[in-house]
């Protein structure tokens, strides 16, 4: 029940906040914003998510995941209900890259994380997994039926009704995580779910790790590097998907169409990513994903037009599939080694580095095309920010702690 309560409230919250990508089009043709000003919001959004993971991980280690979920619940419906009025880019910046991203995180991985940890113990990559993998469902869909959405009704009806959907799901969802608050020990639960759910026996952890022993370590600090990488990597390409396929002239709706299937690979990818981690090591699957991305993101600079639709297809299948599968093998990583009371805590302040790099490369790449006319830069950018995770990755198998 836990489990698919979290999968749930994650794919509705990836849904929300990842069509952001298609109303950047809608912004771009209604206010004649540039790609720099109009990815400022995603940017801030970015970055807000990263250092919003800590306090967050604080208060879901202290409130439990049910009280986090309606408190972002109601923050993610008023923000979507106040951008279907906003006129100005700072109401945009403030709607979506504060009040809703501080909703989004409230109801994302950070919070499911600690318990799944311990129900999971000996199978967390894979339980970890199948929660992230809710983030290729809800992207899979925002980019079509955002676009259909806008299409036929106008942006800002298409944030009323998303606001209305929001205020509706709250409670069920939260209802869900009754009595999550305080989770039994993985050595206590009984049943046959249970124990085949815990059947892997683990250690013990021999110390409760605090924020500061964690940041004491190397791991900890290249495990940072990786996230910071990985959001540099992926940020470079995915906000502004659909805005270069259409600059290559394909048509919006195919576009998303192609873009939204791509996410949706992404489901299977997470999963085989993290179950596989269990088995092979976090490291050497993270570094696997990030080989198929770095294809996806090459088969993108091969595009020139609008006859290119293999090379679309390529790069939306395999820069998609792999799209957050380095996520569960990170967040695994960090419970792996710092396991105990304040895992939300520690893990919080990690993810800070996945909100730096995705707050770069999303306002980044707009940049770019503002000063030269293309995203060719930036995908270059994002496979440089690949090899280097791959190499900070496989530094975190060898590092002592």
């Known amino acids: 029940m836990l489990l698919g309560g979290a999968f749930l409230?994650?794919?509705?919250?990836?849904?929300?906040m990842h069509a952001y990508g298609v109303y950047l089009l809608a912004f771009l043709e209604e206010f004649g914003w540039t790609r720099a000003d109009t990815s400022i919001a995603y940017a801030v959004s970015q970055l807000v998510g990263g250092f919003i993971s800590w306090p967050i991980g604080v208060m879901v280690d202290r409130l439990g995941p049910r009280r986090l979920l309606v408190i972002g619940g109601v923050l993610l419906a008023a923000g979507l209900y106040g951008s279907a009025h906003a006129s100005q880019l700072w109401h945009i910046v403030l709607l979506y890259g504060v009040v809703m991203t501080i909703g989004g995180n409230c109801l994302g991985l950070v919070v499911f994380v600690p318990i799944l940890s311990?129900?999971?113990?000996?199978?967390?990559g894979m339980a970890i997994s199948i929660v992230q993998s809710a983030s290729g469902f809800g992207r899979a869909a925002a980019a079509p039926f955002g676009?259909?959405?806008?299409?036929?009704?106008?942006?800002?009806?298409?944030?009323v009704f998303q606001a209305a959907l929001m205020a509706v799901l709250v409670l069920p969802l939260a209802a869900l995580f009754r009595g999550a608050e305080r989770p039994a020990p993985p050595s206590t639960s009984s049943g046959a779910a249970a124990s085949r759910a815990t059947a892997p026996t683990v250690n013990p952890p021999v110390r409760a790790w605090t924020i500061t022993d964690a940041m004491a370590t190397s791991q900890?600090?290249?495990?940072?590097?990786?996230?910071l990488c990985t959001g540099l990597g992926s940020f470079f390409v995915s906000l502004h998907q659909l805005a270069f396929a259409v600059d290559m002239g394909f048509d919006k709706l195919y576009a998303a169409q192609v873009i939204g299937f791509g996410a949706l690979l992404s489901v299977v990818g997470i999963v085989m990513t993290g179950t596989v981690s269990d088995h092979i090591g976090r490291e050497l699957a993270g570094i696997l994903a990030y080989g198929v991305s770095i294809l996806g993101v090459t088969a993108a600079l091969l595009i020139t037009g609008p006859d290119d639709h293999l090379l679309l297809w390529v790069h939306s299948c395999l820069f998609g599939i792999t799209w957050g599968s380095r996520g569960p093998t990170i967040t695994a990583k960090v419970a792996d080694l710092f396991p105990g009371p304040n895992l939300g805590a520690v893990l919080g302040v990690v993810t800070i580095g996945s909100g730096i790099g995705a707050a770069a490369g999303s306002w980044g790449a707009g940049w770019i095309f503002d000063f030269s006319g293309s995203y060719r830069l930036a995908f270059w950018l994002s496979i440089g920010a690949y090899v280097v995770g791959s190499i900070a990755y496989w530094a975190v198998r060898r590092a002592a702690p």
Not at 9 to 16: D, E, P
Not at 118 to 124: D, E, K, M, S
């Open 9 to 16: 409230t994650f794919a509705l919250s990836a849904a929300l």
């Open 118 to 124: 311990r129900l999971f113990a000996g199978r967390r």
């Open 147 to 159: 676009q259909i959405a806008i299409s036929m009704f106008g942006w800002r009806d298409a944030y």
């Open 220 to 227: 900890f600090w290249l495990l940072f590097l990786v996230y």
